[in-house]
């Protein structure tokens, strides 16, 4: 009985000698599978927030330029060209020159806000269209800037080469501006792979508008000229009448004659 006994207690450890390092192994292979796999889910959820990041980085840097170069800055032109138009040294000559200044100021750091962001959320290799015009751009508004703050004053004889120099460059810079807009949705299409149509109709449904509005500022003031001339007209041809014509040497009065008949038939019957 004493012998069975001392038989079952050395079996029984003999199989958790047996037993036991393969459970623990059983155990520590499924802690790792289970670490690795949270290791896995965990990188997946890094990429996705750091993908959903970017986009985001990338979107927001797309508003801040249509603010600057999209809507800012043809607003500043169109607002220098209404007092261009208006008559010097009035208020509203002066009131849209200042907001001429301070559209294209705000529009500059915008402008800048968006470089900044660029440089240092994205990768700047300079390898596609539109980095390396938004380069180009930014030199050229800092470049515009700089001339606008040192403008001559009126009567100086190279004040009309500042204006020629501000006018050109200014009207590149937001053409070109305009032009970067576009491909900007078009890298942010091919980078995120999100339709960007809807987004590239309202912009050049902006674009018509401002433009349209740049065409008309130039016939506006031949339209009111106009019905000036037109509404005057009646005027201007009663008030050419005389009321008396000297005579010669007959001192004989005539009736008012319109001095329109004058100048072309009188040299013919004197």
Known sequence: MHISYMLVCFVMVLFYA??????????????NLINSHKNTNNKLHKVNHDHHQKSSDIALHGFILWGSMGFLMPLGILA??????AEPGSRKSRILFYLHVAFQMLSVVLATVGAAMSLKKFENSFDN?????GLALYGAILLQAFIGFFRPQRGKKVRSYWYLVHWILGTIVSFVGIINIYTGLIAYHKRT???????????????????????FQDKMEYTKKQGVIEGGSDESSMSCYQDVIPQRQNEKEMLPVACGKINALGNLFD
């Open 18 to 31: 047996s037993v036991l390092p393969f459970t623990q192994c059983t155990t520590l292979e499924e802690v």
């Open 80 to 85: 220098i060209r209404g007092s261009n138009k």
């Open 129 to 133: 269209n539109h980095q390396r015009l």
């Open 193 to 215: 792979l999100k339709s960007t149509m809807f987004w590239s109709i309202v912009f050049t449904v902006e674009v018509t508008f401002i433009g349209l509005i740049y065409l």
